[in-house]
């Protein structure tokens, strides 16, 4: 079975510190994996995708599957970067499972 | 682009009653995905189509919640009847096929059952 872990359910860090939003998986095979972030009052939508490694809004994520992480990084937070983080993973059959979300707060 | 529509936005409703919800995806997108999301948990995937074909049903309680895309284009998730533990964020997806896409969010139907 896969299964997504995001073990904080919120983060509170100040403007200007660095972010880490940590995400753990469980998949047998090689996995697709995701952040979507949901800004309040705003709808769900994709931040990036491993395959692509992009930085979207300052924001990085590395595929290590060794540790079986796809930790979503940033160097300096800013206020605006304050919703609600999902990771979720695609696996076999293109199943999808999310995470239950990591909320983070920036604190001015 | 217009994005994915939902409707209705809220939904209030008895137990036992019978609710059905709609959506309309982004056009040419061939997946559409039925998401349950409980207050405080991640999105749970209920049903996912390929065109007007089921890829993936095991997380829907079929006893009770029912799904069709007829035509291959919008699609309606029904629950009869509902129960209190239904009560929850009801999100439609879509993306232009399975495989390692982005998905497209509508905004919701948050449906309260008491």
């Known amino acids: 079975a896969q299964r997504v872990t995001q073990p904080e359910k919120l983060l509170s860090v100040f403007k200007g510190a660095p972010v880490e939003l940590k995400c753990n998986y469980s998949?047998?095979?090689?996995?697709?994996l995701f952040w979507y972030v949901q800004y309040s009052r705003q709808r769900l939508q994709l931040l990036l995708r491993?395959?692509s490694r992009e930085s979207i809004k300052g924001f990085t994520a590395d595929l290590n599957k060794g540790e079986t992480s796809f930790h979503l990084k940033k160097p300096f937070a800013q206020e605006e970067d304050s919703a609600m983080y999902y990771c979720?993973?695609?696996?076999?059959?293109?199943?999808?499972?999310f995470g239950i979300g990591t909320k983070l707060q920036v604190i001015p | 682009e217009a994005g994915v529509a939902q409707s209705p936005r809220y939904k209030i409703i008895e137990k036992r009653q019978s609710v059905a919800f709609w959506c309309n995806p982004i056009?040419?997108?061939?997946?559409l995905y039925w998401y349950q999301q409980i207050l405080g948990q991640g999105p749970k995937l209920l049903i996912q189509?390929?065109?007007?074909?089921?890829?993936?049903d095991s997380q829907l309680p079929k006893d009770r919640f029912s799904a069709e895309r007829l035509k291959g284009v919008d699609s309606t998730l029904k629950i009869q009847p509902a129960k209190l533990e239904d009560s929850a964020v009801y999100l439609c997806?879509?993306?232009?096929?399975?495989?390692?896409?982005?998905?497209?969010f509508g905004q919701g139907t948050r449906l309260t059952v008491v």
């Open positions: 997806a879509s993306s232009l096929d399975p495989a390692n896409t982005e998905a497209f």
């Open positions: 998949y047998s095979g090689s996995p697709e």
């Open positions: 491993h395959i």
């Open positions: 979720a993973l695609i696996g076999g059959y293109q199943k999808v499972t």
């Open positions: 056009s040419g997108h061939a997946t």
């Open positions: 189509f390929q065109n007007n074909g089921v890829v993936d």
